[in-house]
């Protein structure tokens, strides 16, 4: 059976040698495979409980909300919902279109929408995003801080007719029908409810693919959908998700052929990656920022004044070399605390950070002086050491601030075995001092990169950084019906963050990617995700 | 024998017991994992403490720990964060790492003592020059080097193998790792052998077994190979736990998904549940293997008596 499917590849590879044909009928087989990397989801793949990457890509392919964002601009464009009516940005009618079903038949109605909402909201169901609900009427109910739950649907959600239901807000919230993009508002068919067991196994929604198979933690095979009624068809015959426990292996196999698509570089590979594979490496800029947040609990760093010695250390980072040597320019430097995927119009302003930002070894140690110097003559900079390629970018910035300080005890790193155990003493307010803070926005809107890290209580908050001017100019800007008008005070809010520096924007990260001659048309979108439905293979 | 079998396997229970309590403790030691389920954010307090009370982490921990080990007398190994219960990745795991271990074992088994025995019988020689160096290099560099230089070379250079192991990990495909993983093993047990039968080989009763006239084939096999395989069958038992727990890093470069990759996770993600279940049967698989090491000895050299 192997030896075949060789002799049938080095049959293929001497056609196209000698014919120039391509082998499997001319460019873009629409029924052809093709296998990408993936990682085994850490929560239960359910809607309202998916909050990483992973999980993220599978409901990106399997399930279509009222609301996508559009794989290049970022944009909200009407999927599901043929009308999102308001006229206070409070109270919201939402009318689904015609036509759609889910991948077992059943129809796509205003039910499956609220169905799904309230499931989400309701605290018996430890869904892990259910906050995302907060702003419906009737959260405290379903979802109390604590003791039981008074209530099992939100009172906010009313179905009115079969594709029609309101939405009741407990605030003003102007942009929340762009928020609806985000996978957690998908809808859900009657056998999530029913059968839960056998949704898990074998998940079912309404997007361009269906789940053919699903081996837990090591492979899903996706198959396009013959019957999908939305213009986003997929272009090829399926995805087949391979779980890798490194990435570097990943990579090798991509090398080797063995697979299609790798949609995360390992950095030990940045160097490599263009001469290995060319322009079949992308690298666009995605919706995640690097910050150093601060623990403002401790008063050490807290109490007023310091806030020149925060903007001195900010002065102090050398990003432009740190990105350039060791992430190889799959980051860049931030000049401000959104991302550039927003686009002006959005509220992304490069250079808003200004001179607080910029590179200077000089000022820096002047700013530091004059804010009291640091506290204890030291800062550490925590951070956790089991992901991604943190120790070597902390190292880096403390060798940048040790260099402008001229003291190589400035600043040194501190590791923490575990990713839970950093979040533990971050929740814990443990901090000694800066710590590392990361942002992947939920949907790309000014308001995801500044409420939810910096309103008083937010609940990414990690510093509890807290300013009453900024939490007005955010409250102003929700309620702003106008959407320029809105931006222009988020704008002001983040001129209030950066008087005060409550988080060093540290840089920009991309995405990155590289795939097989064998696909063209591949592209990731804001979220670092690949646009699987339009990929083409052969 | 029959008693001595009886009194080994009670002596497993206080071993057993011990080993689990230490690896509960040192998992809670690591704190809470809760907050780790939420990505860049805080988990909010109302599902956090029910997401403790769903995996019983509000208990303190003796309780936690009994209630854990009553639940694994009756094959409830409870079950990990993503919602799957810890047998189940057990069924899908264990399968895997015992085909690879099996594989490994009679690597070294057949290439070990093979080599153990041609380098034995000809020391000094060009052929036991050669093959001492190189377990030398073998047992010096380490395992991920080998393994990333054999999968580099053969997998992509070459194209002789896929880099990685697909899903079902077929035998076909797990004796490139499989070797890697024998690899430092494998240059022990030639060196075991090899010291052992040199040894051996001046002992009187080979010198009986010459003078008696029976043939070389006879007395290698029969006389001096029992006799001196005693310290590599121990060595072989023991490291047949050693195998499957420390294959880790073989499995992580070949992406196998077998206990390695479950235990990494686990601990990762500072699951209590399914790095004390996996562990807990790797120390009686340990145990086992000792077991049965120690009655192949009487196997080997009947003088040794079991009472």
């Known amino acids: 059976m192997r030896t075949a499917t060789y002799a049938t590849r080095a049959v293929c590879a001497a056609a196209v040698v000698l014919a120039g044909t391509a082998c499997g009928g001319g460019t873009g087989d629409s029924g052809a495979v093709l296998s990408s990397s993936w990682g085994d989801p850490p929560n239960p793949l359910e809607p309202a409980n998916t909050n990483e990457v992973q999980g993220g890509k599978v409901l990106d392919m399997i399930f279509r909300g009222l609301k996508r964002y559009h794989p290049e601009t970022g944009e909200a464009e009407d999927m599901l919902a043929e009308r999102i009516e308001t006229s206070d940005s409070r109270n919201f009618r939402v009318t689904v279109k015609d036509g759609w079903t889910f991948s077992n038949g059943e129809k796509v109605t205003a039910r499956s929408f609220v169905d799904a909402w309230n499931y989400g909201a309701s605290l018996r169901n430890n869904q892990r995003n259910a906050y995302f609900f907060s702003y419906i009427d009737g959260y405290d109910k379903v979802h109390p801080e604590g003791g039981r739950q008074t209530a099992d649907t939100l009172s906010g959600l009313k179905v009115t007719g079969e594709r029609t239901f309101t939405v009741r807000l407990n605030q003003t919230f ?313 931006v222009d005070f988020f704008r002001q809010a983040e001129e209030v963050l950066r008087d005060d520096m409550a988080a060093i924007p540290l840089w920009y990260q991309n995405g990155s990617a590289g795939y097989s001659e064998r696909l063209s048309g591949v592209r990731l979108n804001p979220f670092s995700v690949p646009v699987y439905e339009q990929i083409k293979v052969g | 024998m029959g008693r001595y079998v009886v009194r080994r396997l009670l002596q497993m229970i206080p071993v057993f017991v011990g080993a689990t309590l230490l690896i509960f403790l040192m998992v809670h030691v690591m704190g809470d994992p809760i907050a780790g389920l939420c990505g860049e954010r805080e988990c909010d307090p109302a599902t956090a403490a029910r997401l403790r009370g769903e995996f019983g982490l509000d208990q303190p921990v003796w309780r936690q720990y009994l209630t854990y080990m009553g639940n694994v007398l009756t094959g409830d190994f409870g079950t990990a964060f993503n919602g799957q219960p810890v047998t189940e990745l057990m069924g899908t795991a264990f399968p895997v790492t015992i085909r690879l271990t099996l594989v490994a074992i009679v690597l070294e088994i057949v290439i070990g003592i093979t080599l153990g025995v041609v380098t034995g019988l000809r020391r000094g020689r060009p052929v036991d020059t050669s093959v001492l160096l190189l377990t030398l290099v073998v047992i010096s560099v380490p395992t991920f080097v080998t393994g990333l230089l054999i999968q580099l070379l053969l997998g992509v250079t070459w194209g002789w193998i896929k880099p990685s192991v697909s899903a079902e990990a077929p035998l076909g495909e797990l004796i490139v790792p499989g070797l890697v993983l024998a690899s430092v093993s494998l240059a022990y047990v030639t060196r075991l052998t090899r010291t052992s039968l040199a040894e051996n080989r001046r002992s009187d009763y080979v010198r009986t077994a010459i003078a008696k006239g029976l043939p070389r084939r006879r007395v290698v096999t029969r006389h001096l190979l029992r006799n001196s395989l005693i310290p590599v069958v121990t060595f072989i038992g023991t490291d047949i736990g050693a195998l499957m727990g420390g294959a880790i890093v073989t499995e992580r470069i070949f992406n196998i998904h077998g206990v390695g990759y479950q235990l990494y996770q686990g601990i990762l993600r500072q699951n209590t549940q399914t790095v004390v279940g996996f562990v807990t049967v790797l120390v009686l698989v340990f145990l086992v293997a000792n077991l049965l090491v120690d009655l192949l000895y009487a196997v080997l050299d009947p003088r040794i008596r079991y009472a």
């Open chain 1, 174 to 486: 102007s942009t929340f029908p762009e928020t609806l993009g985000y996978p957690a508002f998908a809808p859900l068919p009657r056998l999530f409810f029913d059968d839960h067991g056998a949704w898990l196994k074998k998940p079912v929604g309404n997007g361009p693919y269906l789940v053919q198979n699903y081996t837990r933690g090591s492979q899903m095979s996706l198959r396009a959908w013959d019957g999908y009624p939305g213009h986003d068809k997929a272009r090829n015959g399926g995805v087949d998700l391979k779980v890798y426990t490194d990435n570097n292996t990943a990579y090798t196999d991509l090398m080797a052929g063995n697979l299609d698509l790798v949609d995360d570089i390992p950095a030990a590979q940045l160097k490599n990656v263009e001469t290995d594979l060319g322009d079949r490496y992308i690298n666009t800029p995605a919706g995640i920022i690097q910050t150093l947040a601060f623990p403002f609990y401790d008063r050490n760093w807290g109490k007023d004044g310091m806030e020149k010695v925060r903007t001195g250390l900010s002065k102090a980072i050398d990003r432009d070399q740190i990105t350039e040597t060791i992430f190889r320019s799959t980051r860049t430097p931030a000049t401000d605390w959104t991302s550039p995927v927003l686009g002006e119009d959005g509220g992304y302003r490069e250079g808003l950070c200004g001179d607080a930002c910029r590179y200077d070894p000089d000022a820096a140690k002047r700013l530091i002086e004059e804010g009291g110097g640091l506290p204890g003559g030291q800062v550490k900079i925590t951070y956790n050491a089991d992901t991604g390629s943190h120790k070597q970018w902390v190292d880096a910035v403390c060798n940048s601030i040790n260099n402008a300080l001229g003291d190589d005890r400035a600043c040194v790193g501190s590791p923490v075995g575990t990713f839970a155990d950093f979040r533990n003493q971050i929740t814990d307010r443990k901090m000694p001092g800066p710590f590392r803070a990361g942002w992947q926005m939920d949907y790309p809107l000014i308001q995801n990169f500044l409420q939810p890290l910096y309103y008083t209580n937010g609940s990414s908050n990690d510093g509890r950084w807290s300013d009453r001017k900024f939490d007005d100019l955010v409250d102003r800007a929700n309620a702003e019906t106008d959407t320029g008008k809105a």
